[in-house]
């Protein structure tokens, strides 16, 4: 597979809807972590990232405006002993819970499937990432639109190489209705050498319109440390 510019896919793509990215940073030292929001409705766009003990959550910005809280109000990261978990939904916390009772990251999301959200049947996309920088990926998604069948896909990159990652979103772009992510996740370059950096870098290339919220994390894979970067829109 071709290496890409994660940069360079963000600004050619005005609505890539929620998006993932796991891989290691290119001195190998640091497991990096991206997670981002957009939204197109004002209900979609009244949120904000803020930390919690073991991760972040989706806040409404004005609650007096939120209409529908049932999808877009979540902990999109959180921990589960070691393990870093990134979401695009409520699926967070059925991951933790699988982990923390000694079952798997595809035994529960095996117990999920894309959001009831029609026409759209938005997927769910899902992260792990490992204390040694290993890291799974999966998305739930229906069979091109049609919700009597969920399509299951899941990835595992046990050896990441430095430099280099995994970029996985929920639409190939804008649409009605949005059309679904397809494909293998994309393998991107990830050559920032900061937290700071790369989200200076991704926030700039999101489209400003849809842009929401952004989440950045660097974990020092010889200690466990981490750093993490929030921006928010509003």
Not at 186 to 204: F, I
Request: charged share 25%.
């Amino acid at each position: 597979m071709e290496k890409r510019n994660l940069l360079d896919l963000l600004k050619g793509n005005p609505y890539p809807g929620r998006g993932i990215v796991l891989g290691k940073s290119g001195d190998g030292k640091q497991a990096v972590a991206v997670y981002f929001i957009m939204g197109r409705s004002e209900n979609s766009r009244n949120r904000v990232f803020v930390p919690t003990e073991d991760g972040i959550r989706t806040e409404a910005r004005d609650p007096s405006k939120m209409t529908d809280p049932s999808l877009i109000i979540y902990h999109p990261v959180r921990k589960a002993g070691g393990e870093l978990i990134v979401t695009n939904g409520d699926q967070t916390d059925t991951v933790r819970d699988y982990l923390l009772e000694g079952r798997t990251f595809a035994g529960a999301l095996k117990s999920r499937a894309f959001e009831p959200d029609a026409p759209n049947y938005t997927p769910r996309i899902s992260g792990l990432l490992s204390p040694d920088g290993s890291f799974q990926l999966s998305i739930l998604k229906s069979a091109e639109g049609n919700p009597d069948c969920c399509c299951r896909y899941f990835y595992h990159y046990d050896a990441p190489l430095a430099g280099e990652g995994r970029f996985l979103h929920t639409y190939l772009g804008d649409g009605n209705p949005l059309p679904s992510f397809e494909g293998d996740p994309e393998r991107v370059v990830l050559d920032a050498k900061t937290p700071e950096a790369l989200a200076e870098q991704v926030w700039e290339a999101l489209n400003p319109e849809n842009k929401v919220s952004l989440f950045v994390r660097f974990v020092d894979l010889a200690d466990g440390s981490h750093r993490d970067v929030i921006r928010n829109r509003y």
